[in-house]
């Protein structure tokens, strides 16, 4: 436990901290896992007069319920570990904003090197650098304000995997970097002792070590790949449909499909309604509990994927309006029972990135799919569901739903 820097009579005259200013908000303490290499969890807030407060946090007293075991990041404030404007270094900051900041002297003996990006706050102008703590090494730190960037250079491609949206969601759980060389992006992933390229280009190659993989890599690119020596194996399948076919469900191959979802709306009183920011913890809930009965009946690679994808749900739901995505839950007996989330890819793809429904309701994962096509079909031909991660039982969950086609990634190692 970290000395506290300001003095309990001034803290507690202060009304800055453990509050925030939106229910999502990008600075809510962060709870790191012992090891500081595993998932991460940003703590939840929840409505109070009009603001939002930490869930520790009593307004009452104006104190933490957890005060001997809070998160790092509210031992250290108003110290604050960022990165710079350029998102090229991480630094220690000073916030300006506290009352105290101007009291604050000396040169604070931090070393959090090996700190998991997921700790790391957003780039903070009102603030006084301390000391740079790690420098990137060339590279860039994936944030939000990334966005138009990738767009740019991932130029609309039909694969998902290669989308802005599906590298940032695992932003928390692993360290994305990126540089641009020789005017191709270059994406990077650092977890544990692995470094390897996310979105692929020969020119990036050269700083992977021998075993690194090159993971995304599009038919079109295989010959380049091949031509610089590495070996290209096939990675997974992506699966396209005809948004119509699913919002439809028409003809002797949507039989099962058209049965449970017509089978859901004759026996339930529902609400198909758009997902608002104040549904995260109850979304998480719900995945929490889906998890629960989804462990007991596979793998370990497949309770791994279970246990990584929250912290990528949170991610996405966090910053569910910046990432412009659509999302949909149905409620029943006012308690949510299933989510979904989707996003533009390009002009003509819509790709459903998450779809988790309470398994115990017949017929609900059928019809938040279906229904959810149907506002799709409204403005994109086709749904991109991703790919199947390898297990079998997902593979023949998605072929059941007839694809239109498929498109396969490949993966190559240095
Ligand atoms: S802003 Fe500074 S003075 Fe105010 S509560 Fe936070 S640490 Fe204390
Ligand atoms: S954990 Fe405690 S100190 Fe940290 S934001 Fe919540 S109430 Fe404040």
């Not at 002797?252 to 009183?269: L, P, T």
Request: aromatic content about 12%.
């Amino acid at each position: 436990m970290l000395k506290q820097f300001v003095p309990n009579e001034i803290c507690l005259k202060c009304d800055a901290c453990c509050r925030f200013v939106q229910q999502n908000s990008r600075y809510a303490p962060v709870l790191l896992s012992d090891s500081f290499s595993d998932s991460t969890c940003r703590l939840s807030l929840k409505p109070h007069k009009d603001i939002f407060i930490c869930q520790n946090f009593s307004p009452e007293s104006n104190s933490c319920n957890i005060y001997a075991h809070r998160p790092l990041d509210c031992q250290l404030y108003p110290f604050m570990v960022t990165y710079n404007k350029e998102y090229e270094n991480i630094v220690l900051v000073l916030d300006a904003k506290c009352p105290y900041a101007k009291v604050i002297t000396g040169h604070p003996e931090f070393n959090y090197t090996s700190l998991p990006h997921s700790f790391v706050m957003p780039y903070q102008p009102d603030t006084i650098k301390i000391t740079t703590i790690k420098n990137l090494g060339g590279f860039k730190a994936l944030a939000l304000e990334h966005k138009p960037l990738f767009n740019k250079y991932l130029n609309n491609s039909e694969y998902s995997a290669r989308s802005f949206v599906n590298i940032y969601i695992w932003s928390d759980l692993f360290n994305i970097l990126w540089k641009i060389i020789d005017n191709n992006l270059c994406v990077f992933y650092e977890y544990k002792n692995e470094f390897n390229m996310l979105i692929s280009s020969p020119k990036g190659m050269h700083l992977l070590k021998p075993g690194g993989r090159i993971e995304n890599i599009a038919e079109k690119e295989i010959k380049a790949f091949e031509g610089a020596g590495i070996k290209i194996h096939k990675n997974t399948d992506e699966y396209i449909y005809l948004a119509k076919d699913i919002a439809e469900l028409k003809g002797n191959r949507f039989s099962s499909q058209r049965a449970a979802k017509n089978n859901f709306i004759k026996n339930n009183k529902f609400i198909y309604r758009p997902f608002v920011i104040s549904d995260i913890d109850e979304c998480l809930n719900l995945y929490s509990s889906w998890a629960k009965r989804k462990m007991g009946t596979h793998d370990s690679v497949y309770h791994q994927l279970i246990a990584d994808s929250f912290s990528a749900h949170k991610k996405a739901m966090l910053d569910y309006e910046e990432l412009g995505l659509t999302g949909r839950v149905v409620d029943i007996d006012e308690k949510i029972r299933a989510y979904t989330f989707a996003f533009e890819m390009n002009t003509d793809t819509y790709c459903v990135v998450f779809e988790t429904a309470d398994t115990t309701i017949k017929g609900l994962s059928q019809f938040i799919f279906s229904h959810l096509a149907q506002d799709i079909a409204k403005e994109a031909k086709y749904i991109n569901t991703m790919d199947d991660s390898g297990l079998a039982n997902l593979k023949k969950a998605k072929l059941s739903w007839h694809p239109h086609r498929t498109l396969t990634s490949y993966i190559g190692t240095v």
